[in-house]
């Protein structure tokens, strides 16, 4: 049977069994998540604090051109032990001369020292902290502090606060792993990451690591540069060779640089109605170019925006 | 206040409230999804036709290494026009010497002829057919047709059949955009396109497509040659420049290739034993690295297990 036929045949046997072939009603077209965005007046963006912010210098790629990548840190009281850290092995300079040295297809881009004599050779500084299973979740955040609009996806409640989102549990809050998302990695024991040893998520949100490592920050700048890396061939795809590892030349809170040189960003707020907007319309996708509305949008598919500041 | 002291305040604050600081109860260990996939018995997986394989040949990368791009089409009665169309269309040999001309970060890696000009000039397989809005979704495919484990998500219910994963509505059930999927771009209008023109999932599941665009395929191997090209710099990530594009030498239906040369795949059937433990284990891992099970998967979380046939 030539394919040109196969169709009128299909509706045919389709008509002749009673089984209707639903067509799609088609909304009227309404702006796009991005023309929402757009249109967001100047009192819904809120500054990110130059203190909540790293930039992360790769060396320049294969061509020459400069790889930055710019890192936000979580707000109180989420993850504040790890975040503390970070500031002040950031301070101390200890990530310049490490390494990219993991990037595994659809899951993590890795970076700090790539073992532990390498880790070792390298003190970090004295006053860091390990921090307890407990603090993965933050207890007493009560559901409704957390704005709308809600999410409840494949792993529960969910909801956006201060620009960020969080999934929700009876008891406690807890923030999750989003495309771009920034933990900590660790070893088999839940204490062992002290920040050091950094992860961004590059692939879908692997989202039973929530409360299992801990989310510290999240890439708003340049994460091309590491999801674009060539896959380390190793198992959890580590790399081979230390020349395959992408060479990190510095990373600075924003804070620590001079004022003229310093990024300025903004997110959207999340308690806005430019934000419950611009969640509605990826739930509900009325853009031309969409026939049938999703009827939904899990927590990481509703990213929030992020801007430099105008 | 030094970073070391801040944690026994918080805790001191926490009990003073009366907030309850909850442990997570540590599950006893339990095999990890691989270790099953590992322990299924031969008879759970299925061997996949090389007549719904598609390889396809970039050119080698800067270090002379061949990449290659395996990619399985959906079986019947999914979005069976198109894939008779992606066959015609890989047996005229059309897509050799066209080129991977899109990567958009955290969406798709798109390829084919870059622009309306380009394909004109490399006319297409007459017998093509162009497919009605209804052929996004099938009609009558009962929920009980579909395996268990089901799954709820933030798109309502999924379900595995014959390997693939589908959302399921009242009366229709159509497949998702998982990483990996293959999907068949299109123009503004929902019935221009033919399959000519391609593209690959290479981040967080955009499931606001599904019903949108039409699910095809899959990667199957190889998908980090797409997902690790660099970006491109225009608008919705296509290239600026010629020269910034991959090149496609060639795409092979496995089926027209000397059977010396031709790969094997096998998937886990999603009716097993063997899928259903896999499955739970993806929901609720409880092998020796996780504090906290996450009571759920979203269905692209649960990706189907493929492999080389041994």
């Known amino acids: 049977m030539k394919p040109a036929l196969l169709l009128p045949v299909l509706l045919a046997a389709a008509a002749a069994s009673g089984l209707a072939i639903a067509q799609p009603v088609k909304p009227a077209a ?17 500054d990110i604090a130059p203190d909540d912010l790293l930039v992360m210098t790769l060396a320049p790629d294969a061509g020459g051109k400069p790889r930055a990548v ?18 002040t092995i950031a301070r101390a300079h200890w990530w ?6 993991r990037v595994q297809d659809n899951y993590v881009a890795q970076w700090g ?16 902290r390990m921090m307890p299973e407990s603090d993965y979740a933050v207890a007493g955040v009560v559901r409704n502090e957390l704005a709308a609009p809600r999410v409840t996806d494949a792993y529960g409640a969910g909801g956006f606060s201060r620009g960020w989102p969080f999934a929700i549990g009876k008891a406690q809050a807890w923030p999750v792993h989003c495309y771009g998302a920034v933990g900590v990695a660790r070893d088999m024991s839940p204490n062992t990451g002290t920040g050091s040893e950094l992860y961004a ?25 590491l999801s674009s890396l060539p896959r380390g061939p190793a198992p959890l795809g580590f790399y081979d060779k230390a020349e395959e590892r992408t060479p990190i030349l510095s990373v600075r809170l924003a804070s620590e640089t001079p004022a003229t040189e310093q990024p300025h960003f903004q997110y959207l707020a999340t308690a806005s109605q430019s934000f419950a907007k611009y969640a ?7 853009d031309p170019f969409f026939l049938v509305p999703a009827g939904g949008a899990d927590l990481c598919n509703i990213p929030v925006p992020i801007r430099r500041k105008p």
């Open 280 to 286: 509605e319309a990826r739930a509900n996708r009325r």
């Open 113 to 128: 020292e790539p073992d532990d004599a390498s880790a070792k050779a390298k003190s970090l500084p004295a006053t860091l």
């Open 96 to 101: 310049d001369g490490t390494s990219v040295y």
């Open 70 to 87: 710019v890192i936000q840190l979580m707000p109180a009281p989420f993850s504040q032990g790890w975040v503390g850290n970070i500031k």
């Open 30 to 46: 309404k702006p796009s998540p991005g023309e929402i965005v757009a249109a967001a007046p100047a009192g819904d963006w809120v």
């Open 201 to 225: 998520v590059i692939g879908h949100a692997p989202r039973h690591l929530d409360r299992n490592i801990a989310v510290v920050g999240r890439i708003i700048e340049g994460i091309e540069h």
